[in-house]
């Protein structure tokens, strides 16, 4: 009973270099989230997509790019990574309303530090 | 845009006491849920209560209640017999049902559960 799996778990970058953090869940949820996780600050909302094939711009979305070619999976990329970026980042996903309750499942969190 | 506001960045409170996190949010909407997400240092975000706004009825899981206040704009959590398992941060979320369902995080309580 997997859920939502993030990888990788633990990351460091240099500054400039780029990546790309993996979620995927079994639980045939139609929405899917990527979070930031700053001291102070809560999770702010990166991007966000509604189902296969779509995407969309949460509160921080600057600096990142994200993809759902398959229902399962939702990829957030970081093109060229700045100290800023510095975080942990959770991915989470949801039911649709009406398929469930619109509760979200989170991942275990990645801890990206960027030097 | 929802806002949700945690007025209490920390609380501390004794064994087996009683402990009330506050949270307030602004909406326009009618129609919507309420969370309160826990986060132990394992990181993980685990689902603690969940409140629908149209049920007038405070939610209730075990040792954890809430008192959902619709005209104030306040969900708050009561925490009772505290255990030192209780020791986490604590989110309060809201998810707006016009439009897309986008889950927004308050900034977080800090609570520690003394023995």
């Known amino acids: 009973n997997a859920g939502v799996t993030q990888t990788p778990k633990f990351r460091v970058l240099k500054t400039g270099q780029s990546m790309t953090l993996l979620c995927a869940q079994d639980m045939n949820h139609e929405y899917m989230y990527w979070y930031r996780q700053d001291p102070g600050m809560g999770l702010r909302l990166i991007h966000y997509?509604?189902?296969?094939?779509?995407?969309a711009k949460g509160e921080v979305p600057d600096g990142y790019n994200v993809s759902r070619l398959k229902k399962q999976n939702f990829l957030l990329g970081l093109e060229s990574a700045a100290p800023s970026q510095t975080s942990v980042y959770f991915c989470?996903?949801?039911?649709?309303?009406?398929?469930?309750?619109?509760?979200?499942?989170f991942g275990q969190g990645t801890r990206l530090t960027v030097v | 845009a929802q806002t949700v506001t945690q007025s209490q960045p920390e609380m501390s409170v004794q064994e087996a006491e009683t402990v009330t996190l506050s949270c307030t949010y602004d909406t326009s909407e009618s129609n919507y849920y309420l969370f309160w997400y826990k986060q132990p240092p394992s990181r993980q975000m685990i689902l603690v209560i969940r409140q629908e706004a149209y049920k007038q009825q405070n939610a209730t899981e075990n040792r954890f209640s809430v008192n959902f206040q619709k005209a104030a704009k306040s969900f708050s959590l009561k925490i009772s017999d505290s255990q030192l398992g209780d020791t986490a941060m604590y989110f309060c979320?809201?998810?707006?049902?016009?439009?897309?369902?986008?889950?927004?995080f308050g900034q977080g309580t800090r609570l520690t559960i003394n023995p």
């Open positions: 989470a996903s949801s039911p649709q309303i009406g398929q469930g309750y619109p509760e979200a499942f």
């Open positions: 997509s509604v189902g296969e094939g779509t995407t």
């Open positions: 979320a809201f998810m707006g049902l016009r439009g897309a369902q986008k889950l927004v």
